[in-house]
């Protein structure tokens, strides 16, 4: 049974940092890219970012660009998203999500960023 199990998200003040974590089971987590998306109120999912396969390479939003990194421990079957200078704007339900000829989900964990 597959499974992305999210952690880490909370209420910070802007400026702020968080570590998202996703930790993954049921598939093999080394052959698919691992991303994180997510949805603000009112708006559409976007990607955030994501690690290739055997951590082969990383790609960010403009958004997040120099402010969030992502990472991915294999033996531990689990990436992160080290999230940095935290603005308002960061507001949304995050999720992590693995990538091959399929597509698997988590459940989401809510990220604030407010004062």
């Known amino acids: 049974q597959v499974q992305l199990v999210e952690s880490g998200g909370g209420l910070v003040q802007p400026g702020g940092s968080l570590r998202l974590s996703c930790a993954a089971s049921?598939?093999?987590?080394?052959?698919?890219?691992m991303r994180w998306y997510r949805q603000a109120p009112g708006k559409e999912r976007e990607l955030v970012a994501s690690?290739?396969?055997?951590?082969?390479?990383?790609n960010y939003a403009d958004s997040v660009k120099g402010r969030f990194i992502i990472s991915r421990d294999p033996a531990k079957k689990t990436v992160y998203l080290q999230m940095n200078a935290l603005k308002p704007e960061d507001t949304a339900v995050y999720y992590c999500?693995?990538?091959?000829?399929?597509?698997?989900w988590g459940q989401g964990t809510q990220v604030t960023v407010s004062s």
């Open positions: 999500s693995a990538f091959r000829t399929d597509t698997y």
């Open positions: 049921g598939f093999t987590f080394s052959v698919y890219s």
């Open positions: 690690a290739g396969p055997f951590g082969g390479y990383t």
